[in-house]
């Protein structure tokens, strides 16, 4: 609905409205949205929502930022959110997390029709058929994808990129984000958000974890009842059981095994370890891996296992302060084909990246060189 033919009371209102519902949406208190906005006090908010006091324009963008969405939303009527499906749901702010997951995949969307790329998501379906939800079928669903998305031996080194730029998955790191994992899938939308504070080898398996999901969502929905939105148990243990196939192909970790086992002439911890970073995972999937194929027995997994508890935060974090970006190497890649065809300005890009205008100077006077052979 647009606002031609509407009096400026009319529009007061529906803005009026609009905040109101979307601050609820989010479980916002009053208090809490004129800290974000800026505006003041709780009373304020209420006279806003109340349609008792105008919104200039720059509040009108600031209302829209700490609402996660767009000023034009808030004064026609807000996108309603896409289903987030969770893995460890956080116990509050909830709603937050999924309209911020929600404002990356839109943003993302815009960027791509900018660059006038705009890639139909091309992921399969995975069903069981008339095969029961089994490990084994889940082993050879993994293996099956991985040599349809052609990850070789080393799936770990090269998911993420195939995701991106074969099959339309938009994928995004946030360091604030309280859960594990989420992923959403719509008509022809794939998308995954994962938690920087995670280290990467873990980062790895929360990814091929979601696109579990994301392969049998049609099959094996999450569970929408009372807007819970997470996984049960048994699908949760097959998407555990896919991602450790998936990025631990069974003959070539036998082999690698097999070669380290007979040149150290023992298993232990570093060992694991080192296969362990070879391949991109824990070392505590690795060790799973090794027990399910048979390479170790329950007792000495479990004694590795302890053993590894004790001294895998301090080793795994060592390399994980570096900051990563929210946003995917695809999308980076578009917003600098946009911004080369003249589509979007320097100032909208440092938007869009969460950084000042200043900040963002070198680096595009970097893409332009780029673009220009220098």
Same mark, same amino acid.
């Given at each position: ?17 609009n ?25 304020t ?7 008792e ?10 209302f ?17 959110d896409?289903?987030?499906a ?20 839109r ?8 660059a006038?790329?705009?890639?139909t ?13 089994s ?15 052609? @990850? =070789? ?6 998911? &993420?990129?195939?995701l #991106? +730029?074969?099959?339309? *998955? ?10 594990s ?6 008509e ?13 080898s ?11 999901h994301l392969?049998?969502w049609d099959?094996?929905a ?20 896919f ?6 192909p ?7 095994t ?8 023992t ?25 399910? @194929? =048979? ?6 997994? &479990?004694?590795?296992? #302890? +053993?590894?508890?004790? *001294? ?17 190497m ?6 600098k084909?946009a ?10 890009v440092?938007?869009?990246l ?21």
């Open positions: 609905m647009q606002n031609e033919g509407y009096s400026i009371d009319q529009v007061r209102m529906r803005l009026a409205t905040i109101r519902n979307r601050r609820l949406q989010l479980k916002l208190s009053q208090a809490r949205l004129g800290q974000e906005t800026g505006v003041g006090s709780s009373q908010i209420s006279q806003i929502e109340k349609g006091r105008d919104l200039k324009a720059y509040e009108l963008f600031n829209a930022k700490a609402l996660y969405c767009t000023p034009s939303e808030l004064l026609n009527e807000v996108a309603q896409l289903i987030v969770w893995r460890n749901k956080p116990d509050s702010d909830v709603e937050i997390q999924e309209a911020k997951f929600g404002d990356l995949i943003t993302y969307n815009l960027v791509e029709q900018w006038d790329e705009i890639s998501a091309s992921l399969p379906s995975l069903h069981s058929g008339n095969k029961s939800l490990f084994d079928w889940v082993e050879q669903e993994a293996d099956s994808m991985r040599k349809y998305m052609e @990850l =070789g031996n080393y799936p770990a080194l090269s998911l &993420e990129k195939v #991106e +730029e074969r099959f339309a *998955v938009k994928i995004f790191y946030l360091p604030d984000f309280k859960g994992a989420a992923s959403v899938r719509g022809q939308e794939y998308a995954i958000v994962l938690n920087t504070s995670e280290v990467h873990r980062r790895n398996f929360s990814l091929a974890h979601e696109l579990f392969l049998t099959s094996l999450p569970n929408a009842e009372d807007t819970i939105n997470i996984w049960g148990e048994k699908i949760e243990q097959l998407a555990d059981k991602a450790s196939c998936l990025l631990l069974a003959e070539h970790i036998r082999e690698r097999r070669q380290l086992v007979q040149r150290k002439n298993v232990s911890l570093r060992a694991i370890a080192e296969i362990a970073e070879e391949y991109d995972v824990s070392r505590q999937a690795m060790l799973w891996r090794l027990h399910y @194929l =048979g390479l170790l027995t329950r007792s000495k997994t &479990e004694e590795l296992l #302890e +053993e590894c508890a004790k *001294v895998s935060v301090r080793r795994e974090n060592i390399a994980e302060n570096t900051e990563k970006s929210a946003f995917p695809r999308f980076m890649r578009l917003l084909l911004y080369l065809q003249g589509e979007v300005g320097a100032g909208r440092a938007e869009i969460g950084k000042p205008l200043y900040e963002m100077r070198e680096e595009i006077t970097q893409w332009e060189a780029e673009d220009c052979g220098g």
